[in-house]
């Protein structure tokens, strides 16, 4: 079974500032099945990235996503206020679904 | 436009059986296209994926809860249905639904959840 490991746990920035997210996979992975949420407080997940590198439908293209193997990333350009939320990465491998544990970007 | 829509009881008491219902609006449940899944978040916590189904009956459960889990559809009423049983304390959580798709198999449409608290 498949282990994403997401780093750092918490990340402190401000507003206008780059984001560097990583989901490091505990074995290769095939990065058509990796993707990244955003999850605001009291909110549903939403799909921000989908094949590692794909935009979702209506994400701002201050979102990006990169990587391959073991190590992939999720860079926010330059954060807006409603950029700082918690972010997960997710990867579909062998009928099973698997999720990070998650980034939170928060305010400095 | 896809909507989804969970409901089930808010309480349910430790040993017993949650159940919960996903109704699919503006798309249809039968779709050759589509897993449908449910996730849940204990409170404070991240994300863990129970189980997801697609309607021909194909099914997938996470093995951490595969012998208390049963998912259902329903195609004739556009629903998706979730049995966890028994139930503690640590199955507290908001439950989501959520479409997956067959070729990415990322989760591109979730309902809003609902919270269930497993309490006697």
């Known amino acids: 079974e498949i282990v994403l490991t997401q780093s750092p746990g918490t990340l402190s920035l401000s507003p206008g500032e780059r984001a560097t997210l990583s989901c490091r996979a505990s074995?290769?992975?095939?990065?058509?099945?990796l993707a990244w949420y955003q999850q605001k407080p009291g909110q549903a997940p939403r799909l921000l990235i989908y094949g590692a590198s794909s935009r979702a439908t209506g994400i701002p293209d201050r979102f990006s996503g990169s990587g391959s193997g073991t190590d992939f990333t999720l860079t926010i350009s330059r954060l807006e206020p409603e950029d700082f939320a918690v972010y997960y990465c997710?990867?579909?491998?062998?009928?099973?679904?698997?999720f990070g544990q998650g980034t939170r970007v928060e305010i400095k | 436009q896809l909507q989804l829509q969970e409901s089930g009881p808010g309480l349910v008491k430790p040993s017993e059986t949650l159940s919960l219902t996903c109704t699919v609006s503006?798309?249809?449940?039968?779709?050759?296209?589509?897993?449908w899944g449910w996730i849940r978040q204990p409170p404070g916590k991240g994300l863990e994926w129970i189980g997801s189904m697609h309607y021909s009956g194909s099914t997938y459960y996470n093995p951490s809860l595969k012998s208390r889990v049963t998912m259902s559809v329903d195609t004739s009423n556009n629903h998706l249905s979730l049995k966890l049983s028994p139930v503690t304390a640590a199955d507290t959580a908001v439950y989501y639904c959520?479409?997956?798709?067959?070729?990415?198999?990322?989760?591109?449409?979730w309902g809003k959840g609902t919270t269930v608290t497993v309490s006697s």
């Open positions: 074995q290769s992975v095939s990065s058509t099945y």
């Open positions: 959520a479409r997956q798709t067959t070729f990415y198999y990322c989760m591109d449409v």
């Open positions: 997710q990867h579909y491998g062998s009928s099973l679904w698997t």
């Open positions: 503006g798309g249809a449940i039968s779709s050759s296209s589509y897993y």
